[in-house]
């Protein structure tokens, strides 16, 4: 690996300093990256391509875009690279690591409402270059730019919620078992932590971890997915201008390759006492063993393979509507999006027609082209995974009613698009059964009874999301309880939120995120007895 210079960004705040306001525009790096696409920011000084330690972005000696010491970030849209990022590995794990440690012993002393402020100028400063970072979300994953903005409102509620709950953070005082005793329980910061985030929401999954995290008075080093990087970074800029204290938060850039020596090097790291990851499942497992030998605590998001039930005696247009929104949004590439579609026998072909004559509506390509309401597959290996599903249906005897098919023109010019497809016959033999499809496939199984119906959907050792239609409210609640999963949708297809515990239960993961349950996952709970008194 070459030599790193480090861009040094003079700061206001003291060495461990306490946040402190910093008119920062001056400070940040200029921007690094795709020329013509940095002249459309704004604030170009957000796209930054390199990684953030100690309150430093991290460049190579000069602008070695082609160096092999780099990896390149695809704009999935039309396969043209946007951008190098240098190829951290252990060394640069053992260096944000000694940072967010050095800063923790400051950090998790300041006050909750200075952490809230904090937070606080992060999230108006997000709202004042909003565009800017949903244009930068657009470029590096293809999502069409109105789900891009939304991306972004939504990364930032989680700003302005763990800004209030910090100073939400309480202990208890207990009755004692012995007179003379007094007992209290304190909570404390967990201490430094590692958050490993996935490409399908480059900033949501950021700031769904980082802003509990440092309400709690923790501090961060930060993992994002080698896809898409640049959010991250940006939201690093956004960190360092609100005045994030050198240390409190770091980004590292790691390719795929380095990936598992990264992995490792943090999952053995005695400092780093939490890793939240979100991800692939056998990921997940991978770290929970790695993690096993230093105790780390865990919260992992992992894959789901959400059921979708649509009883007869659903509203059809409810039901279209809440399909749609968690099937089609971001391409399906979400991991409460529903997989395996349950359709009552008796409504069967009616809602697969209403179904195609509103899917046949969605139209893909480029995100910035606001005609275009669906974007490619994050890359060539999620475009083939979607296609041999497909495959796997029709050769096992399932039908196509709408796509089921790449899209040649928009994949001629290095796209890597899919075609909006609706699956009918779809039987248990066959692979969105048993496997995520994570694209724009709606496979349609037919049911008859609850009972049999509730038995497929529990059939899978997964449990994050499940969904059903009914207007019968005694079913409604009989099959939210039946559902082995984290989170159920009624007649709702969009159910994320920032109050929310979102997690899930069987193979889906660990703990939860969102909400007040969000920020107990960075906190230790003491215990204290004072005696003799
Ligand atoms: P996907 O297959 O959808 O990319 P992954 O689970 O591989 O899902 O990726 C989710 C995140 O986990 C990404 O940031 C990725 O780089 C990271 N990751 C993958 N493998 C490892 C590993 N061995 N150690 C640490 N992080 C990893």
Redesign the pocket.
Known sequence: MLSRSVFTVARLSSSHGAATARSASTLLPSAHGDAEFIKTLSKPELFQTASYINGAFTYQGSDSSSSSSNFEVINPSNGQTIAACPRDGAAEVQQAVAASKDAFASWKDTTAKKRATTLLRMADLVDEHKEDLARILTFESGKPLAEARGEINYANSFLRLYAEEATRVHGEVLQPNVAGRRMMTIKQPIGPVAL?????FPAAMITRKLAPALAAGCTAVI?????TPLSALAFCAIAHEAGVPAGVMNCLT?G?EE??E???A??HHDDLRKIS????????K??YR?SADTVKKLSLELGGNAPFIVFDDADIDVAVNALINTKFRNTGQVCISSNRIFVQDSIYDEFAAALAAKVKNIKCGDGFNVENSAGPL?NA??LSKVASQVDDCVSLGASVLLGGEPIKELNDKGGTFYKPTILTGVTPLMAPYREET?GPVASLFRFTSEEEVIRMANDTPFGLAAYACTSNMSLAFRVSESLESGMVGINEGAISADTIPFGGVKQSGLGREGGAWGIEEYLELKYVCFGNI
């Open positions: 490993i985030t996935p490409w399908n993992k994002p997915a080698e896809l790691v795929r990936v598992q990264v992995g490792r943090l999952c990851f979100t991800g692939s499942t056998p990921v997940g991978w770290l790695e994050i290996q999620g994570f």
